[in-house]
């Protein structure tokens, strides 16, 4: 879920519990004689307790923040938004009835979440008789991976499941990217173990998905509406999560600011010193007007690019939204389909309202969620050549310039037409603007004329060498055929 903060990594520790998690897997892979014992063995394990990866005493970080768990309880996510998450026991008291329930994908549907669901109906159990699903309710199960079904088996988990009404999918991916069997129809409401909910995404763009634990979809699934199994109790001390930043250690964390705030004073005056020693005799500079350095521009590279603005007013706008995860892996859809389906989970009317040759426009993370090519191939498709936004999602960014998309962040220009449009009446997702952009590349400058005729512009960075050269190719794949061709 790293993507989801913005960020193309996250980095874990070693510590004991994930060297015990290795040891189980390396043994399961063993015993099954499992392709994986090649990659997760106790020898690389032993390696990996000789060599752990830990950070340098001496690291720096922009933002420590710590969470006691011992102050969480279980969160539903949703619906429709994994950023909206509110804790289990109020939901339960709304009654939430559902349609669907769904234990499934790469995320939570391993052996051990379907030994915790299962654990769930085992306890309902009554009279030597197993526990059934809720009248009514669809539950759908697929195990993570073939391998992850076979251990579920060989523990007798997956046949309380199947036992319980479940109806089994294949291993591998399904309903949590809106593909194959039991998705969510207009107006239902389903509760998942996946990890992506937006609109759309598990099925119908009108439905509603929440997303939970496997305890709790199983908890769902017997009583037809968002439930819990009843294990987990509040600490009567606690009214609230703690989170923050720092450790959590007052003293650590007061020690630790002190030093930061030394830190960055004595780089503040070395800052000033370096600068005033690298300016003194040197006279000052010229205007931009008379000193303007102009950027390299390659061969087949365009100068400039001009349209009008077609403006998406939404922050957060997802992959999903800009292109539906149901026809991902739909090899057979030609570039014109892909057209009418760009930004179809954003707003059904993106199709009619936008035109080859626009400027899209949209707020901030642009393009958060998974990471998909077709969330810039889609664009591309719709004859869009330029994707404008506060900011984008890190996986998006680099995507685009793997396809030949290009795109930049000008908070200022999302910020004025906000203002613009902010008291109007029409509450359009999409709305043509009668405004104008034009990015020189050579000037490094974006140049903005608004419908009244009021033109600003903005300096922008460089665009580096090697990335017109992949745009002037159509993307990495053929930057890197010409490579080779080039070596041959």
């Not at 007798?156 to 199947?162: A, E, F, P, R, T």
């Not at 004073?265 to 040197?282: F, L, N």
């Not at 490094?444 to 017109?468: A, C, H, M, R, Y």
């Not at 992949?470 to 041959?488: L, Q, T």
Request: charged content about 20%; overall charge negative; some cysteine.
């Amino acid at each position: 879920m790293t993507t989801e903060w913005g960020a193309l990594s996250g980095l874990f520790p070693v510590d004991e519990m994930l060297i015990s998690w290795y040891r189980a897997k390396a043994t399961t892979a063993a015993m099954f004689d499992s392709p994986s014992k090649e990659r997760i063995n106790h020898k690389r394990i032993d390696e990996i307790v000789e060599n752990r990866l830990v950070a340098d005493s001496c690291s720096a970080y922009a933002k420590e923040l710590y969470l006691n768990l011992s102050t969480l309880s279980p969160f539903v996510a949703g619906p429709n938004s994994v950023k909206v998450a509110t804790p289990l026991n109020i939901l339960e008291a709304q009654n939430i009835r559902l349609d669907k329930a769904y234990l499934i994908s790469c995320t939570n549907s391993r052996a051990s979440d379907i030994a915790a669901a299962a654990r769930v109906f085992r306890e309902a159990a009554k009279d030597n008789k197993p526990a059934r699903i809720h009248p009514g309710l669809n539950f759908y199960i697929a195990a993570a991976s073939i391998p992850e079904q076979q251990i579920a088996e060989e523990a007798g988990d997956w046949q309380v499941l199947l036992e319980s009404g479940a109806q089994p999918l294949p291993a591998g991916c399904g309903p949590c990217i809106g593909l194959g069997t039991g998705l969510l129809e207009a107006g239902e409401v389903g509760i998942s173990a996946s990890n992506r909910n937006f609109p759309g995404r598990i099925g119908d763009k009108s439905s509603k998905a929440y997303l939970a634990s496997p305890e709790v979809v199983a908890a769902s699934a017997l009583q037809g509406q968002i439930a819990g199994p009843g294990w987990y109790q509040k600490l009567e001390s606690v009214n609230k999560v703690l989170v923050g930043e720092g450790s959590g250690d007052r003293t650590t964390d007061k020690a630790l600011s002190i030093e930061d705030a030394l830190n960055k004073a004595i780089g503040d005056v070395e800052s000033i010193i370096a600068t005033a020693e690298s300016t003194a005799g040197q006279p000052s500079s010229p205007t931009a007007a008379e000193d303007e350095n102009l950027t390299n521009v390659l061969p087949g590279f365009p100068e400039k690019i001009e349209g009008e603005i077609v403006f998406c007013a939404g922050d957060n706008i997802n992959t999903d939204g800009i292109y539906p995860g149901k026809y991902t892996y739909q090899d057979s859809i030609t570039k014109e389909s892909m057209a009418e389906l760009c930004m179809e989970n954003y707003d059904a009317k993106f199709r009619m309202t936008a035109k080859a040759g626009d400027i899209l426009v949209a707020g901030f993370n642009f393009a958060c969620g998974s990471s998909r090519e077709q969330s810039s191939t889609a664009i591309l498709a719709k004859q869009i050549p330029l994707v404008v936004a506060g900011s984008f999602g890190n996986i998006f960014s680099r995507n685009s310039i793997n396809n030949g998309l290009l795109g930049i962040e000008v908070p200022r220009l999302i910020q004025r037409l906000r203002e613009t449009y902010k008291g109007s009446a029409e509450k359009a997702l999409t709305r043509r603007t009668g405004w104008k952009l034009l990015w020189d590349f050579r000037r490094s400058t974006i140049v903005v004329t608004e419908k009244d005729g009021f033109t600003w512009e903005q300096k922008v960075g460089e665009l580096p060498l090697n990335v017109q050269e992949i745009i002037v190719c159509g993307g990495f794949e053929n930057w890197f055929r010409s490579k080779i061709k080039i070596n041959d």
